[in-house]
């Protein structure tokens, strides 16, 4: 395994923290006032879900561990974990709820996302920045109300509810973060 | 999406942003009823300040002719209320824009970003402790306010507990030990860090602090940790009684570090050691080398009075107040809206 300096990170590297397999799921930078520079991350283990905070020294070196992406249909939840499948080699891969986190709301059956693996495990997506859904529910905004910038809750494809501007109809396509589940625009 | 956009969308949005109106409203109201002379200082300015862990926006300042000479943009206006307080100015403050570059992929930083600060003539770091519980508690209005679902009693006093207690406290450290380095390198050995030859005790020290220590103050009360190490002193006059410590203190509230106070440094032979001994630092980390500001060394020399001041980010108050974790989520227009490489 390689090894990679705290200026390589990215939302997408994975180390070795504590002899487990780490994802890097937010990284900023500190200057505590004075001298040197740091790196502060949320290390979230790929055994267990769990997710620590741990801040290294900027440059310090730390072991990367190996994670490729593959292309793969996602197929069905069975239990707490959600089956995927590489459409080349068939092989069909699992991965728990808990490393998919909030993503797993946004999830449509037969759609093909980037499934991160690590040797024979799958270990989490890679999610895009937005995801857009179609609204399958809403109600009409209440009639006059278009002042106070009221918001309502609609419920998209996947049965995910989401809150969003009062002119959003049933039918549209929505653009989502799935990180945050926050309505971003009208796709 | 831009912010304007959003706020178009959805109206609701525009109470979080109004939040910082109230906040520098706040700030105003309550120095003016302490007398202090708010004064307005330069934010383009010809010497960047000798601190080593800066990263300074450059620009050039060209005359009819087109010659040029170097400018900076200011990353903070305490040396222009010093050289005032000099000159007789007494007790003042500033809300001005600052700038630190290389301040990217942070929710805590923008490169540009508000900054407070204030001085107190006659005063130490105590009373500046004092001035922070009160300003604080005028800001907020009530005594609690609700961050990312944390309750904070801001009414004071506030937990107050020293670098040296907070070690023991929160990560098991003897500090008279620990201002050994060679122990000190022990201790972050045993704790399982990284250790180089090249390692400094400061590296060390501050490992430890952002690891184990910082992510616990201010929940539930704000806390002032105060007496920092001499290594970090900055600009923070040396405490007499022990001069392992200086008189600096920071405040947090729920893990955010809001601000850094000291007794100023008034000695103008031991300011301007420091100044030489951050250039060394600024060039071991292979960074920009600028000259120092001698102006800011030449009134020293004329005598600032005793004073303490502090600096403290107007931006996080707001975060704060606005229960947002993110800073951009205060600005209308957050640097990582604006420009592609953040």
């Not at chain 2, 907070?166 to 050994?180: I, R, S």
């Amino acid at each position: 395994m390689g090894t990679i300096s705290t200026a390589d990170f990215t939302k997408n590297t994975f180390v070795e923290f504590k002899g487990e397999p780490h994802q890097i799921v937010e990284f900023q930078h500190v200057n505590p006032g004075k001298g040197s520079a740091f790196v502060r991350t949320r290390l979230k283990s790929l055994k267990t879900g769990r997710v620590q905070e741990f801040t290294y020294k900027s440059g310090e070196s730390v072991t990367e561990v190996p994670v490729v992406t593959r292309e793969m249909q996602y197929l069905y939840t069975e239990g707490d974990n959600y089956v995927f499948m590489d459409n080349t080699s068939y092989e069909q891969f699992n991965i728990p709820a808990l490393m998919l986190g909030n993503y797993v709301n946004y999830l449509k059956p037969n759609d093909v996302y980037q499934v991160l693996v690590n040797g024979e495990e799958a270990v989490g997506l890679r999610f895009p920045k937005k995801v857009r859904l179609k609204v399958t529910e809403a109600t009409e905004g209440a009639k006059g109300n278009t002042v106070s910038g009221a918001t309502k809750t609609v419920i998209v494809e996947t049965g995910a509810v989401v809150t969003v501007p009062l002119f959003i109809k049933e039918g549209e396509t929505i653009a989502i973060d799935p990180e945050t589940g926050t309505y971003l625009e009208r796709a | 999406m831009k912010t304007w956009r959003r706020l178009h969308d959805t109206p609701s949005l525009w109470e979080r942003y109004f939040v910082r109106e109230k906040v520098i409203r706040a700030i105003r109201s309550f120095f003016e009823t302490e007398k202090f002379h708010e004064i307005e200082t330069p934010i383009l300015i010809s010497h960047p300040p000798a601190e080593s862990y800066l990263d300074v926006f450059e620009t050039t300042l060209l005359d009819r002719a087109r010659r040029p000479a170097k400018a900076y943009l200011s990353t903070s206006p305490e040396v222009p209320l010093k050289k005032l307080m000099v000159a007789g100015l007494g007790n003042c403050f500033a809300v001005t824009k600052s700038f630190r570059n290389m301040e990217t992929q942070s929710n805590l930083h923008n490169p540009e970003f508000t900054i407070l600060e204030w001085y107190r003539v006659g005063a130490d770091y105590c009373d500046i402790m004092k001035d922070c519980e009160r300003l604080v508690a005028a800001i907020v209005g009530n005594g609690t306010l609700t961050y990312q679902r944390q309750k904070i009693d801001i009414t004071g006093p506030w937990e107050w507990i020293t670098v040296a207690e907070a070690f023991k406290k929160y990560a098991d450290v003897n500090f008279d030990n620990f201002l050994d380095e060679k122990k000190a390198r022990g201790i972050a050995a045993q704790k399982g860090y990284t250790l180089k030859e090249r390692t400094t005790w400061e590296e060390l020290y501050n490992q430890i602090f952002l690891n184990e220590i910082e992510p616990r103050l201010g929940q539930g009360k704000p806390t002032i940790i105060y007496e920092f190490p001499a290594a970090v002193a900055a600009l923070a006059k040396l405490k007499k009684s022990d001069p392992r410590f200086a008189e600096r203190f920071e405040f947090y509230i729920a893990g955010l570090e809001l601000g850094d106070a000291y007794s100023e440094l008034t000695d103008p032979v031991e300011q301007e050691e420091r100044f030489h001994a951050e250039l060394a630092e600024v060039k071991r980390l292979g960074k920009t080398l600028y000259d120092f500001d001698h102006d800011f060394i030449d009134a020293l020399k004329i005598g600032l009075p005793t004073c303490s001041g502090i600096a403290v980010g107007v931006d996080r108050l707001v975060m704060l107040l606005a229960d947002t974790a993110d800073i951009a989520d205060t600005l209308f227009f957050p640097a990582s809206e604006e420009f592609d490489i953040i």
